[in-house]
């Protein structure tokens, strides 16, 4: 399959608000291997594309963010609903510090839903007191922190440090754009892990708790 090819397709058909015909073109994706990490590559790679495009000026606000609810609605509809059994272990919860970008920390949560992990939703829009009060009261073992923008991402260092202070040994995955642009940022921030798509996330927390055992 040309995935380049499609890429560009289906950045047309958002860009042009075409529902139907971005859905065929996810359908043909999804047929080729039936592998939902080839949907999140079409989607993340498009958008980023289209963001650009709206740095650069050639793309609107309105057109970003019709791009951002069709893939939304699609991936809804293809992500993976085979739940074997409910893993309870590590307590772990998913939030988005600051910013209200909620896509990247759905499909995250949906995927660690469909592999059986438990995990709370804290939704988007956070502070770090919430974030942090709430990873508090719920006794976390792993905090899952999504960003997208810069100023966002610069704030989990708060956020640990203040869940360092209370004493917990929460340990903080992040993940986001600004994470995937500049690889060594979660370390500087002090964060334990960074996973750059959701894919990823079931491996690190695996490894990062010794498979639920913390
Ligand atoms: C769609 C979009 C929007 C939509 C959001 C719709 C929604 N419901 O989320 C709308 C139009 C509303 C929007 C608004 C704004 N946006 Co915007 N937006 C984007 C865009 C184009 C795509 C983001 C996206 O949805 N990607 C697809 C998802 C699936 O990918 P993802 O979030 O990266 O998540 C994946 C991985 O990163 C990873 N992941 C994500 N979280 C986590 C967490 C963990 C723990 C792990 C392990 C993994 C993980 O897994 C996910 C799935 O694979 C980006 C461009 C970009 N480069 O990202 C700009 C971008 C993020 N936006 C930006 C800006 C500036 C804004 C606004 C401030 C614009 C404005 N002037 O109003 C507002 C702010 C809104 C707010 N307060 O939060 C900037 C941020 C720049 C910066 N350096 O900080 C970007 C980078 C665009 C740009 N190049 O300038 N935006």
């Given at each position: 399959m040309d995935l380049a090819g499609l890429g560009r397709e289906f950045e047309s058909a958002l860009l042009q608000i075409n529902r139907v015909k971005a859905a065929e073109l996810f359908e043909r994706c999804y047929v080729?291997?039936?592998?939902?990490p080839l949907l999140e590559r079409l989607a993340i790679d498009t958008l980023e594309r289209i963001g650009e495009g709206w740095e650069n000026g050639t793309v609107s606000l309105s057109q970003v963010y019709m791009s951002g609810v069709i893939c939304e609605e699609l991936i809804e509809q293809y992500?993976?609903?085979?739940?074997v059994k409910r893993k309870i272990v590590p307590r772990m919860a998913i939030g988005v510090l600051?910013?209200?970008?909620?896509l990247g920390k759905r499909i995250v949560c949906s995927v660690l839903r469909a592999g059986g992990f438990e995990l709370i939703d804290y939704g988007q829009g956070l502070t770090v007191e919430e974030l942090v009060h709430r990873s508090l009261e719920d006794k976390l073992e792993v905090l899952l922190i999504s960003t997208l923008m810069l100023p966002s991402a610069l704030k989990v260092k708060a956020v640990k440090e203040a869940l360092a202070e209370a004493g917990a040994e929460t340990k903080v995955i992040v993940g986001g754009a600004p994470f995937r642009l500049d690889g060594e940022l979660w370390k500087r921030v002090g964060a334990d892990a960074f996973g750059d798509s959701a894919a990823s996330v079931v491996r690190i927390i695996e490894e990062k708790t010794k498979g639920g055992a913390m």
């Open positions: 080729n291997d039936n592998s939902f992500l993976p609903k085979l739940l600051q910013d209200h970008h909620g």
